[in-house]
């Protein structure tokens, strides 16, 4: 029996030439990556070990993005315990208010993840860089403190579900409404423990931004990471940002899955998430009118170039509803410069959208456009659960940027097709 | 390694969200975090719950954020193990890495009512059910995760 692709690299990363789903294993990791939220719980527990040396001060990301620029004083002071540790142990890449993004943008588009590499994030949406052919999964802070120290981490070796996309996606399909279908197929816990590995001839029309969006969701159906095979859109990506070298890995003819679901690209229609879970979506058209007070576009899913372009490509010329407040963050500052090359925050700002600094925000309910009882927001983020952007009696429903932008200017939930897009 | 306390059940995907609400993130001691346990799905709980007591959830429990804020939370409100039909991944790998006892019994966690007063062996994975007299074959940890978990945690764990 052969190995599934996020096996063959785990089995490369801890020494064997074969493992099988279910094993544990210790594995070498290659990016040790922490925030600054779960970076401060790390560093206290690294504090209580005998060994407080870094394994490796190439191999740790410190990234400040979900309260910055600091929104109080507690988190300010946790951004000031991640800065003096990582001035204390030389960490090459820390990355503070300046140079920052949202963590899961910044990594790929600063070449920090390459195919074939190991990575572990305290955070849950580190699965995001299986779209570049890596296996990458979210763990905990006692987990990057243990990372940190010895550059090594247990893993229980999962088994897989196969995904084989086929077809072209129409005009406003992208990788949100394909994982938000996903998701809608096998639900929160459809993939629970597992990885989700996509295939297929449909990959080919999928950009690198909607492969990043589609890994990113993986860990909202439950899984351990996303992985999709390299092929020549992913080199290119990684020539263009990355130095390091790295290692293409595939799937064995004869590994073995759990399941496997062929999903027609060419069937889906853009798709939103309903409160309170990732899997309660339904298609555009299928529901009645949904009046919503705020619109966010950003986040570690949908705040890359090629979302906010969508984005702009529909709000231009046109403007927000009377009562609805538009909030676009592009997720990183090389982003948020191209947007503002590209005249993008232009169109925003004359639609009477607000453009923030990069930050998660409003992603978490930490600032910057929290809800109000009874609010409505439609959100490119990736949860809604109950009280994730404000007041528990708030309601976030998941969509795409296009579907975000046209319901930010007709003031409910509507696809851009509404619009005569 | 063994507990013994009285139930407090939830349903399926209790999420780190209602755990631990994000406006709290800004701390990071236990304590502080304990004091808002489960405070958006059960503004009671924190009152109410006394050391040794468990956790019942159904399906999923734990899904969500990475935050280890959510198990550390739920240990220092005095916590002494959770159970439920299974667990999100990060939330298992968390609470493993803390030394807060998790286990997965689908039995146990449809069976068990609220209010209910259970006792549970790590070792074997037997979990009973003092009110109601019966008994349910949980997962019993691996040797490797027993010993992660009776260390105090991964930490000390690597400390030997
Ligand atoms: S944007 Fe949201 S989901 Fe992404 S890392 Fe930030 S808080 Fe987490």
């Known amino acids: 029996m052969g190995m599934t692709m996020t096996q063959k690299i785990l089995a490369a990363h801890a020494g064997f030439d074969k493992v099988e789903a279910g094993q544990l294993i210790e594995a070498n990791l290659d990016m040790v990556l922490g925030n600054d939220i779960t970076s401060p719980v790390a560093i206290n527990e690294m504090k209580k070990m005998k060994n407080q040396t870094v394994f490796d001060k190439e191999k740790i990301a410190l990234v400040m993005d979900h309260f910055i620029p600091n929104k109080d004083i507690k988190s300010a002071e946790n951004c000031k315990c991640c800065r003096d540790f990582a001035r204390e142990h030389e960490i090459v890449n820390y990355f503070d208010v300046g140079e920052m993004g949202i963590e899961h943008a910044l990594l790929p588009e600063k070449g920090l993840v390459v195919a074939g590499d190991v990575v572990i994030g305290a955070d849950s949406h580190t699965c995001t860089y299986g779209a570049l052919g890596a296996f990458s999964t979210g763990g905990g802070s006692t987990d990057m403190a243990a990372a940190m120290a010895t550059g090594k981490i247990w893993f229980k070796v999962p088994s897989a579900l196969k995904f084989v996309l086929t077809g072209k996606p129409s005009k406003w399909v992208s990788g949100k409404d394909i994982i938000l279908h996903i998701i809608g197929l096998i639900g929160v816990d459809g993939a629970l423990y597992r990885s989700m590995e996509f295939v297929g001839d449909g990959i080919r029309h999928l950009s690198m931004d909607d492969r990043f969006t589609i890994c990113n969701m993986a860990i909202e159906a439950g899984g351990k990471n996303g992985i999709f095979p390299v092929d020549e859109k992913a080199i290119a990506y990684m020539k263009e940002h990355a130095d390091k070298p790295y290692q293409v890995y595939e799937a064995d003819a004869d590994a073995e899955y759990d399941a496997e679901y062929t999903i027609d690209l060419s069937t889906l229609k853009p798709t939103v998430a309903f409160p309170h879970l990732p899997e309660n979506t339904k298609e555009v058209g299928s529901f009645g009118e949904v009046k919503i007070d705020q619109v966010v576009i950003g986040s570690c899913t949908n705040g890359r170039i090629q979302d906010i372009r969508q984005a702009a490509e529909i709000m231009k010329g046109r403007k927000v509803a009377k009562d609805v407040r538009c909030i676009v963050i592009p997720a990183t500052q090389a982003i948020y410069l191209q947007a503002m090359r590209e005249g993008l925050l232009e169109i925003f700002i004359e639609a009477g959208a607000v453009v923030s600094t990069p930050t998660c925000g409003p992603c978490l309910g930490g ?24 007041h528990v009696d708030s309601e976030v429903y998941l969509a795409s940027p296009a579907v975000a932008a046209a319901s930010a200017v007709t003031g409910m939930i509507s696809c851009p097709c509404e619009l005569g897009l | 390694m063994q507990a013994k306390g009285r139930v407090f059940k939830y349903g399926d995907n209790i999420d780190t969200d209602v755990i631990i609400p994000a406006r709290y993130l800004n701390a990071t001691e236990g304590t502080e975090l304990a004091k808002h346990c489960m405070e958006d799905i059960d503004k009671e709980f924190i009152h109410k719950v006394k050391k040794g007591d468990i956790i019942v959830g159904q399906k999923n429990f734990g899904c969500g954020s990475s935050r280890e804020h959510a198990p550390l939370a739920i240990k220092c409100a005095g916590v002494s193990c959770v159970i439920a039909e299974t667990f999100a991944r990060i939330f298992y790998r968390n609470a493993i890495n803390i030394g807060m006892p998790i286990i ?4 146990a966690a449809r069976s068990i009512e609220d209010g209910d007063e259970v006792e549970i062996d790590f070792d074997s994975g037997m979990i009973h059910n003092v009110t109601k007299n019966e008994s349910y074959k949980g ?3 691996p040797p490797f995760m027993q010993k992660i978990i009776s260390a105090g945690g991964l930490i000390h764990y690597i400390n030997g």
Not at chain 1, 367 to 390: P, W
């Open chain 1, 367 to 390: 600032y910057m456009g929290i809800l109000a009882a009874g609010e409505r927001c439609v959100s490119t983020t990736n949860r809604n659960f109950v009280g994730r952007m404000g």
């Open chain 2, 104 to 107: 997965e019994c689908p039995e």
């Open chain 2, 139 to 141: 997962q019993a940890f």
